[in-house]
């Protein structure tokens, strides 16, 4: 009788603990939801960004906006987590509408999108969680916001090549880190990801003809 009134115990206090935490990073959690939510539809957005570029003859750029992509569903999975942490339900992300057009158009796109997200929204997600105490947070929120530095430098380069004519400059393979989404070509490939360690063994798309 008295294990089952200890195991209920802790039981409570857990479930107390993750409540306090809860009210604590009450505007944290709401950043996460609308990270989740964005990142969702970002994922979405480059994949099919990814396929037109294909069907204009842009396979190399192509590779890039899936590797995007998939850099994009990590951080939205690694925001889910999170908010489950908490004790709340993630749920099913709400996809936002976007615009699929031409591949330059849809590269000016993505400039722009990851412009925004590095330079107005993380840093006030980020802001807010540091204010609330909630490290956790925090640290997601900065992963995300190293990841869109880099995806918008890639935009940026890959633009100014596209711009000469030809994608000759662009690399066609990338690997993209299965714990925080920074994603390489296989030029500047590190032993491990600059951000969370991660070994270059597990990042997607990786092999050793990558090395």
């Known amino acids: 009788m008295n294990q089952i009134f200890r195991m209920f115990f802790i039981i409570m206090v857990a479930v107390l603990l993750v409540f306090c935490s809860s009210l604590k990073a009450k505007k944290s959690l709401e950043d996460l939801r609308t990270a ?15 396929q037109a570029a294909m069907n204009e003859g842009y396979d190399t750029l192509a590779q890039l906006f899936i590797a995007v992509s998939k850099s994009e569903r990590i951080h939205a999975m690694n925001f889910g987590k999170v908010i489950e942490k908490f004790g709340l339900d993630c749920g099913t992300p709400e996809i936002g509408n976007f615009e699929v057009k031409s591949t330059i158009e849809n590269l000016r796109a993505g400039i722009r999108t990851e412009t925004f997200e590095m330079q107005t929204v993380y840093p006030s997600f980020i802001r807010t969680a540091e204010r609330e105490k909630t490290a956790e947070i925090a640290r997601t929120f900065t992963w995300a916001s190293n990841c869109e530095k880099k995806h918008l430098k890639f935009f940026r380069n890959a633009a100014i090549i596209i711009d000469r004519g030809s994608e000759k400059g662009i690399p066609n393979v990338w690997l993209v880190c299965s714990i925080c989404g920074n994603i390489y070509s296989s030029i500047d490939l590190p032993v491990k990801c600059e951000y969370c360690l991660t070994k270059q063994e597990n990042f997607i798309g990786y092999s050793r003809k990558s090395e």
């Open 36 to 50: 989740f939510n964005s990142e969702s539809t970002s994922a979405e957005k480059y994949a099919k960004f990814g």
